[in-house]
């Protein structure tokens, strides 16, 4: 194997593990023993083998093909056999060229052509997707590339060329359950255009809009790693796995795969912590009685004195802010809170924005997977006379009104950014919460870094709290599975 190839493998495993993929020196032999048995000839090929040589989890999957095409990619340069214009100078030519590319694009999704929309994605990075100013020459943009076109407009024009094509074939006229002729009700002849553009047809093309999409952003990957190198891009163009998407920073589409993800790792959490749980049931070395017992072997520990906890589940009461600053990082929490409550023998889930309110009845009571944007989204219980955080008031509502749920069995989880908006953050209060608990644990979506500056006081609070930083479902996962009381 050359030396280029390996220098090649060793860059790749380092994007990967930039993403949060685990690689270590043995996989890199593995994968470049693969390299070497696979050749270079078959690109799919030697993605296969590398994946399975590098990839742990199903879940990684994604980015290491999104780095793949960074590192090995398809082309270099402009692809061969795609006839690409020189990019528009005026917006007007913009937008004509736009169009023409949309009627190509409509016909390939039609067609469900795979080349056809590789080429097609190649032209339109190449064509919509150029940066013209001094400071990027040579450079894409993606997003620019997929404003101009709009793709999701050639999904009708895609459905007219299907009818069309279905009304030209023979037979097709007819209601289909007779064969090519028949008269009845099948699939094959759209007795209306409504029958024919079903629901099905229609996901089919957004699935395969979708995917364009996914083209033209690898084809501008690969033409930006040629201007800027492929480490540049790897690090600031390649989206992480969603277990490393940061929760303040993850849009509607990266919510949505997070919730998809909360059953999964709520069985792999539960599993953990009942391994914990049969650990600690076990008992801890007395040190004092262990020595007192080696007198009689000669001062050798052969028989350990154990100490024994009484085994019971704690409680857990969960103290979540809602405020609009950290409400998805809540929300996904809470989630999983909700999946994990048999673990724990009582649970109670407290709202606030700058007032308490007991959402335990409409979250715990719930079933797992149910609709609970009504719980989250009316905050009028949990404000006073404006809609901004105030830790020090929530703390001093806790004290005086729900300070009967916390008890020297209880486990009390914090969720928020402690920012007060410049209001008295009442550590008092705080102190008294955490004399009353087991143990207090905050969890802050925000970056270590970031604790002290503006209205933040987390590093006050982290005085008194055993504050932990938890920017994703990676940090979550550790803080569940080690450090969470059970």
Known sequence: MSTALDSRLVGFARALRGHGVIVGTSEIVDAGAAAHVLGLDDRGRLREGLAAALLRRAGQRQVFDDLYDVWFPAALGERSGVDADAPPATLEDRRSRAAELRDDLARALAAGDERALDELAARVVAELGALTNAATTGSFSAQQALDTLAPQTAIAAALARLQDAAENAPGGSG????????????????????????????????????????????????????????????????????EQTPFLLAGPAELDELRGAIQPLSRKLATRLAARRRRASRGRIDVRRTLRRSLSTGGIPIRPALEHDSPHRPDLVVLCDLSSSVAGFSRFTILLVQALATQFRRVRILGFVNRVDDLTDEIIGAAPGSDLSSAFDDLSRMTRWHRNSDYGAVFADVVENHLDAIGHRTAVLILGDARSNHTDPQFDM??????????????????????????????????IVDMHECRNVAQLREFVSRLLPV
């Open 175 to 242: 209601d289909g359950s007779g064969g090519s002729g028949g008269s009845g009700s099948g699939v094959s002849g759209p007795a209306s255009g409504n029958n024919f553009a079903s629901r099905f047809t229609r996901d089919e093309i957004r699935t395969g809009v979708a995917a364009f999409r996914r083209r033209v952003e690898a084809e501008t990957r690969r033409r930006n790693a040629e201007a800027r190198g492929a480490e540049r891009i790897s690090r600031y163009a390649v989206r992480p796995p969603a």
């Open 430 to 463: 705080l102190r008294e919460i955490v004399g009353h608990a087991r143990h207090v644990s905050w969890l802050n979506p925000e970056p270590a870094r970031m604790w002290s500056s503006g209205d933040s006081v987390a590093l006050r609070y982290s005085e």
